[in-house]
């Protein structure tokens, strides 16, 4: 993805208030390798329940502020994210809420689905499969990963901005 200042990340949120943008901390932008992402995700520092998703829709840098559950999932089992579709341990995949945009969202409106816990899906789907004669070469599995979580995330921001 293109590298987000800032301010752009501030100015993003499509669904908090502009409080709540002041308020967010932001990760360390000028570590992030922008080239290996989709999306910039991380979860508030100073107050863990939150996260937030930042994407590039067209030309216009689009935030989500999420909300995970206080409920964790049962530990031992196997659970999916539904944004990059790695399967992983329970623990590793929380329950979060969006708030829909605008009015709906101000009404309690909200969208609830299941992502990687620390919102690193950019990370995870860059591991290595092994190389095998019988699969793709690792580069098309990951480019592949790749182009299906891009298409799952503008599908959520869809959702969030009630356009469908
Ligand atoms: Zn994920």
Redesign the pocket.
């Known amino acids: 993805m293109k590298a987000l200042t800032e301010a752009e990340v501030r100015a993003s949120l499509v669904n908090a208030s502009g409080g709540d943008a002041a308020r967010m901390t932001l990760p360390g932008l000028h570590e992030v390798v922008w080239d290996s992402r989709e999306y910039l995700g991380w979860r508030d520092t100073r107050v863990p329940a939150r996260g937030y998703l930042v994407h590039w829709r067209g030309d216009q840098p689009v935030g989500i502020a999420v909300r995970a559950a206080e409920q964790r999932m049962r530990p031992g089992i196997q659970a999916m994210?539904s944004?990059?579709?790695?399967p992983q341990p329970a623990s590793q995949?929380a329950l979060f809420s969006a708030a829909r945009a605008g009015e709906a969202g101000r009404e309690g409106n909200t969208v609830g689905t299941y992502?990687?816990a620390d919102l690193?899906?950019s990370l995870?789907?860059r591991i290595a499969p092994p190389r095998s004669d019988m699969q793709p070469s690792p580069e098309e599995v990951i480019a592949g990963r790749a182009a299906g979580?891009q298409q799952r995330l503008e599908a959520f921001t869809a959702e969030v901005l009630a356009e469908r």
């Open positions: 994210c944004l990059c579709r790695t995949v992502i990687c690193a899906c995870i789907i979580l």
